[in-house]
């Protein structure tokens, strides 16, 4: 008998931020992340993940942004690219992964033809090289920029 790999009670229509905040509820105090500082690594639980996801979200819906919009993440990979990332899709909108080492111009490329409305940077080099330029992308909202993004809970 053929079984579809998705038989097992998995439900296709849920989406990749809900199923990320269910866990969260379920597993509050374990660990989800871990992020390494002055060379010792600390846990981020589920909970501390859940609360900045929201937060991302609701940050984005302050802004204006909407479903559908789309959000562009441009940061190493980290826990704020999590909270970026599936803070965006949260809230609806639709997240542009763009690599953490282009430079201003191939940034400036992706977000004009992927007509993002709003960019999280993680570099306060690139985000000062591009906040020159950033006026000629007409459908900008703005960027978030953090040198040392607050962390809840973390230590």
């Known amino acids: 008998m053929d079984q579809s790999p998705f038989s097992d009670g998995v439900d296709m229509n849920e989406t990749l931020p ?11 105090g374990r660990t989800a992340l871990r992020r390494k500082v ?4 600390r846990d981020i639980s589920w909970q501390d993940l859940d609360n900045n996801i929201r937060a991302f979200g609701e940050g984005l819906l302050g802004l204006g942004i909407r479903a559908g919009d789309r959000v562009a993440v441009m940061a190493p990979n980290s826990p704020e690219w999590v909270y970026a990332d599936l ?8 997240s542009v992964p763009v690599y953490h080492t282009e430079g ?6 992706i977000l004009q033809d992927s007509q993002s409305r709003f960019l999280f940077i993680h570099s306060p080099l690139i985000a000062g090289n591009f906040s020159i330029t950033w006026a000629s992308c007409r459908t900008w909202r703005g960027s978030s920029s953090s040198k040392d993004p607050p962390l809840t809970n973390a230590a």
């Open 38 to 41: 002055e060379g010792v690594w």
């Open 18 to 28: 809900r199923m990320v905040l269910n866990q969260a509820e379920r597993l509050a």
């Open 104 to 109: 201003v111009g191939t940034l400036l490329h």
């Open 87 to 94: 803070g965006s899709m949260a809230c609806g909108a639709l």
